[in-house]
């Protein structure tokens, strides 16, 4: 089962532990990235900095995935993506505090959130980014 096979505001646990895998591995491929684009000195900095970027990313994931399913719940709307939109902002609020920057909290609150909430619009209406298109 994937993500979107799951009902909105349930399930949170299972939502979560996808969103949760997503990131981490969204993680691990930036963090390689990183450290092929700008050499560590030695191999405990380059590990350092890739468990720092994978767990930021991996948190960012569980935040974003236990605050819209939550947010569905307590608004008792489950398709609204608006949900998508305060679970997005939360992780880019974890994200500022992280960095110890309100403007980097803030930037990311506004940009996760309007690419999740997006993201949640263009699944409703059946959006498509590749392929041929609809007649």
Known sequence: MGYWDLKEGKDCVEKTWITTKLATAIGLVGSAYHIVAYQPETAVEALTRA????????????????????????????????????????????????????????????????????????KMEGWRITGPPKM
């Open 51 to 122: 468990t720092s970027a994978t767990v930021t990313m991996a948190a960012m994931g569980a935040i974003f995935g236990m605050t819209t399913c939550l947010s569905a719940q307590a608004r008792d709307a489950p398709d609204d993506p608006t949900n998508y939109f305060i679970g997005g902002c939360a992780s880019g609020i974890f994200l500022g505090a992280r960095t110890h920057s309100a403007i980097t909290g803030t930037t990311a609150c506004l940009g996760l959130g309007m690419v999740a909430m997006l993201t949640k619009v263009g």
